[in-house]
């Protein structure tokens, strides 16, 4: 499985961004999707997860009404909609994928098996 990031950026506070992650994989409707960012010297920060209908979404507190997962099984890709972006948003977002995950809210990094590369979000103030 291989996870492709892209959509970062530099912003200004209160802006937007999409990111896009496409899967190469065949069988992506069986595969839960996250996404998680990591600032410089800290930890990786789950932030959204969607299971394999889409039908349920999951988010971290920190993003839930500012940002939205969802997914495109006709194109094998995973959107991240950033609204109201802060300066304490910039990290490299990364967007990770399993088919083993059943039940629970799919946040931890241990969780997945196979993450994309990252891309920059720079939001300035």
């Known amino acids: 499985v291989q996870l492709q990031a892209s959509g970062g950026g530099l912003v200004q506070a209160g802006g937007s961004l999409r990111l896009s992650c496409a899967a190469s994989?065949?069988?992506?409707?069986?595969?839960?999707m996250g996404w998680f960012r990591q600032a410089p010297g800290k930890e990786r920060q789950f932030l959204a997860a969607?299971?394999?209908?889409?039908?349920?979404?999951y988010y971290a507190d920190s993003v839930k009404g500012r940002f939205t997962i969802s997914r495109d099984s006709a194109r094998n890709t995973v959107y991240l909609q950033m609204n109201s972006l802060k300066p304490e948003d910039t990290a490299v977002y990364y967007c990770?994928?399993?088919?083993?995950?059943?039940?629970?809210?799919?946040?931890?990094?241990?969780?997945?098996?196979?993450w994309g590369q990252g891309t920059q979000v720079t939001v300035s103030s």
């Open positions: 994989v065949r069988t992506f409707s069986t595969y839960v």
């Open positions: 969607i299971s394999r209908s889409g039908g349920s979404t």
């Open positions: 990770a994928a399993d088919f083993r995950l059943y039940g629970g809210t799919y946040s931890k990094p241990s969780d997945y098996a196979y």
